[in-house]
């Protein structure tokens, strides 16, 4: 399994545009990827449960990767998210 901490810098966090590009690129793999805040779990492949869970500028999230490509895929997900920092 493979963790990814990040804390949002921009003031755009995962609203709508940002939200798309990672549940994009989540989709393209097998793993299993959820996205954990305030003890909130939810998969990153679900464009409502990702928009539920109101993430903004200085939340901190945890993504978790489990599966045959998570290596591929945590890689993907750290570079969506230096995009959405862009």
């Known amino acids: 399994m493979k ?3 990040y804390t949002f810098k921009n003031e755009m966090a ?5 939200t798309t590009m990672l ?3 989540a989709s393209r793999f097998k793993s ?3 996205i954990e805040k305030d ?3 939810i998969n990153a492949k ?4 990702v928009l539920s ?4 500028q200085g939340d901190t999230i945890k993504i978790k990767i489990d599966g045959p490509d998570e290596d591929k895929a ?3 997900i750290k570079n969506i998210l230096k995009t959405i920092e862009e």
């Not at 869970?53 to 903004?56: F, H, N, P, T, W």
């Open 3 to 5: 963790v990814i901490e």
């Open 53 to 56: 869970l109101i993430v903004e």
């Open 39 to 41: 003890n909130a779990i």
């Open 74 to 76: 945590a890689e993907a």
């Open 46 to 49: 679900s464009l409502i449960s």
């Open 14 to 18: 995962l609203h709508a545009r940002p």
């Open 23 to 25: 549940i994009s690129e």
């Open 32 to 34: 299993d990827i959820f």
